[in-house]
């Protein structure tokens, strides 16, 4: 099971961060990826972060301004948000899967955390 915290309400250029926890395993032998969707949108991919070498990959959209990371030693996943944007508005979830690589659809996770609101105002 994972747990998602750490949304919340913030200005635009302010900055955030979420956190996903494993619980019953170690998130460490687990590809972690973010995805968010926004209201009437697709879940899309934000950023992942692989287990076998650690190695990130983020959306174009949020390049430059989220990190993933993994905490020390592995059971938690953090996903820093910097200059936020009212397009980044969503429900952040956190999702895990035993993949060599981070893959960018929905569905080739089986494990999900249960979401948390950002909200971005302008």
């Known amino acids: 099971q994972l747990q998602a915290s750490g949304g919340g309400l913030v200005q635009a250029g302010g900055s955030l961060r979420l956190s996903c926890a494993g619980s019953?395993?170690?998130?460490?032998?687990?590809?972690v990826s973010w995805f968010r969707q926004a209201p009437g949108q697709e879940r899309e991919l934000v950023a992942g972060i692989k287990w076998s070498d650690g190695g990130p990959s983020y959306a174009d959209s949020v390049k430059g301004r989220f990190t993933i990371s993994r905490g020390d030693p592995g059971d938690t996943v953090y996903l820093e948000m910097s200059r936020l944007r009212p397009e980044d508005t969503a429900i952040y979830y956190c999702?895990?899967?035993?993949?060599?690589?981070?893959?960018?659809?929905?569905?080739?996770?089986?494990?999900w955390g249960q979401g948390t609101q950002v909200t971005v105002s302008s």
């Open positions: 019953g395993d170690t998130l460490s032998r687990y590809t």
């Open positions: 999702a895990a899967n035993r993949a060599y690589w981070i893959g960018l659809l929905a569905s080739q996770y089986p494990y």
